[in-house]
């Protein structure tokens, strides 16, 4: 399905005739499919970055559409403004898992101490940060008898 069939954005965003807000509504249309085009290659970059992650592309973003056509029904009006909302708060809120999101990308994402306590918690639960505590001690021992040589 797509975003546009989905009974929110015909009864918000969809072209009708004889509209006194056309304009307005035209503006709005405009600005969210560019807006669209821009949010799903986000989405893809996050498949591409992430890609054991749960889907993200075009289809999650349109089931959003349609759920929430679900959940407000025929009786919850919004108008096309909140409608705009919605669609970015839809394009936006998995924005956070695509390194270029972040100023730098992976490679400043990599020097955050989030990043290095993640690695950290893994290597402890594999097991290897012990590893890690016994062979240092080792290794400066050993440093020190070749200086000492």
Do not use: C
Not at 34 to 58: C, M, S, V, Y
Request: charged share 25%; hydrophobic share 40%; no cysteine.
């Amino acid at each position: 399905m797509k975003f546009q069939e989905s009974e929110l954005w015909q009864s918000t965003l969809s072209a009708r005739e004889n509209d006194q807000y056309e304009l307005q509504r035209s503006r709005l249309r405009v600005a969210y499919e560019t807006f669209w085009k821009r949010g799903t290659e986000l989405a893809q970059q996050i498949a591409n970055d992430l890609p054991g992650l749960t889907l993200h592309d075009e289809r999650h973003l349109a089931a959003l559409w349609d759920r929430a056509s679900q959940l407000t029904g025929p009786k919850y009006r919004i108008n096309p403004l909140e409608a705009f909302v919605f669609g970015g708060a839809v394009l936006l809120h998995d924005a956070g898992h695509a390194f270029v999101a972040y100023e730098g990308g992976l490679t400043k994402l990599k020097q955050t101490p989030e990043y290095r306590d993640a690695v950290a918690a893994i290597l402890r639960k594999r097991g290897l940060i012990h590893l890690q505590r016994t062979i240092s001690p080792i290794h400066r021992r050993k440093s020190s008898r070749r200086l000492s040589l």
